[in-house]
Every structure is written in C-alpha cells, then in structure tokens.
C-alpha cells in the first residue's frame, strides 16, 4: 500500500493558463506559492518561498478559469506528479506537479465592480450560556 497526497494553503502566483483539448477535456495550469519563516542564527527573521506548478482538469479547471485569479488564496488536496518534455530547443525538461483532487477558494472574493473584497469566513457557533454570570478575573496584571 503507498499514499501520494499533497495538501497546499497558499496564494496564486499567476492567472490560471486554460487549455481545451481535442478530446473535450479542459486542463487549467497555474503556480501557487506556500511561504515559512524562520529565525536565523543572528536572530533575523527569514521567509521562504516555495513555488508549486498545479494543474486541474474538467470541472475543477472550469472553477479554476471562472473564479482563481494571482493573488487569490487557495486551499490544494491532490497528488505529486513528475513529468518530463522537450522544450522549443530540443532539451529535455523535468517538472513536479500536483494535480489537484480538490481546490477550496479561502479569503478573498472578487467582486462584480472589480474591486476585491475580504469574506471573513462563516464561525461555528457556540452554545450560549445566558445562566451564567460572568466572573471577573481579580489578577493584578
């Protein structure tokens, strides 16, 4: 048994680059970038970014085309892919993919205007207990 699953939160680095193929299918290619930070031994603060090559196929292509556009915040489930090609000169090229299984839009949310807007996203609620009076806290700090 053996698993291949790859699950990314980051922001898109460049508007999803649709294709239609002869056979009818539709397959949307974008990057995606996934940042860390660190302290360094001197005490800086470094951030690190990775760069991921995401690909989409059918339905998942058509959100891609409708709704990711740079910028947009994006949740990734899929499967590490290699592949290799040659390029315009003839040089063979290797490429790490994922190919995602699922894509969840986060944060943010174009509006019709154009204009970007922020959708906090929906809390669980808690069970209130309107019985309970509230304590103070009678810590001197």
Known sequence: M???KVILLGNVGKDPEVRHLE???MKASFTLATSD????KSGEIVKQT???NIVAWRGLA???DKYIKKGSQIYVEGKLTNRSYDDKDGVKRYICEIVADT???LGKKESQAGES???KPAEKESP???NTPKQEDDLPF
């Open 2 to 4: 053996s698993v291949n």
């Open 23 to 25: 056979s009818g299918s």
């Open 37 to 40: 930070q660190y302290k360094n």
């Open 50 to 52: 990775e760069w991921h």
């Open 62 to 64: 058509e959100i891609s």
């Open 103 to 105: 894509i969840q839009l």
């Open 117 to 119: 807007t922020y959708e």
């Open 128 to 130: 209130k207990e309107e």
